[in-house]
């Protein structure tokens, strides 16, 4: 997914400010010092860094990083609605950073088993097509909370149903209840028994649901978001260690998996020809051979 735009409410200076990130470009950032460039940096971090927080206000440091002047709750609702998008709840003493992604790749059935996102996550990109928006918030108060917008329905307690968290029984239930078969959903990979997700869609699909905020498990699907990391002079030799761990990461990781491909591939040629020729020899054989063997093959042995 690329992060195609982020707007920050009440950080320090920026009481309201939407960044739209060029695709094949360069974004710049000018201003006077103290024009709040450093703390967009800083939140396109705190955004993107599961586990990074607000600095913890202290004896020695009061200074809050939460804006000293917040937006209004109206003011709040209207940036969500001037973007279609339904408004959460809203806390004069938080932060909140919203990032617009557009879907860059749609995931095949093997690379959902390969890659294995989230349950939640294959919810959200359920029917998404390339450059379509899905809409992750942070709020941050002394600790952060991530929420996504998905279509959810709300249950008895007048919450999210939250499906994707459900286990397998109750779904098998709710699927009871709400008179949908298992032959009616569709196998996605047409091998084994239907998967949560599967279930999941057929039940939704069956309901009224709408757009709403739900809490979001950021962390599971860490790798299917960009990554960021604000650098100053005050680095140490570990933050860029793991800088450079970070950057290539992927791209190892992807190199391996081109290599097992590969010798996949090989091992599946070798094993067509030696069962080839088996055949051949059985062919030729069989007549002396005890009834008992009816053929032969090659093991596909990893």
């Not at 039940?203 to 604000?230: A, C, G, H, L």
């Not at 570990?238 to 290539?248: G, H, K, M, P, S």
């Amino acid at each position: 997914m690329r992060l195609a735009n982020i707007t920050i409410i009440n950080h320090k200076s920026l009481q309201n400010v939407s960044i739209p990130l060029a695709e094949d470009s360069y974004t710049t950032l000018i201003g006077l010092n103290d024009a709040g460039k450093s703390t967009i940096l800083k939140s396109i971090e705190l955004f993107l860094s599961e586990g990074k927080n607000l600095p913890q206000i202290t004896e020695t440091s009061k200074i809050s990083s939460v804006s000293n002047t917040p937006i209004e709750k109206e003011a709040f609702e209207n940036v969500f609605t001037n973007l279609n998008l339904p408004a959460p709840e809203y806390n004069q003493q938080s932060i909140y950073i919203l990032g617009e992604f557009n879907v860059e790749h749609v995931l095949t059935v093997e690379e959902i088993d390969t890659l294995n996102p989230s349950e939640h996550l294959q919810h959200i990109l359920n029917g998404k097509s390339i450059g379509d928006s899905i809409y992750i918030l942070k709020s941050l108060s002394s600790t952060g909370e991530y929420f996504a917008l998905c279509n959810d329905s709300l249950g008895d307690d007048e919450g999210p149903r939250q499906l994707w968290n459900q286990r397998q029984n109750d779904l098998k239930a709710l699927q009871s209840t709400l008179g949908i078969d298992d032959s009616s959903i569709p196998n996605q990979n047409r091998r084994g028994g239907l998967k949560n997700i599967e279930r999941i869609t057929a039940i939704y699909e069956s309901m009224t649901v709408e757009p709403m905020w739900v809490r979001y498990d950021f962390k599971k699907d860490r790798e299917f978001f960009p990554v960021f990391q604000y650098l100053d002079w005050d680095i140490s030799i570990e933050q860029l260690q793991n800088l450079i761990t970070t950057a290539l990461g992927p791209a190892i990781d992807q190199s391996r998996r081109d290599i097992q491909a590969e010798v996949n591939q090989k091992q599946d040629d070798i094993n067509k020809v030696a069962n080839d020729k088996l055949s051949e020899l059985f062919a030729k054989y069989s007549d002396h051979l005890p009834t008992s063997i009816t053929g032969l093959s090659a093991l596909n042995t990893p």
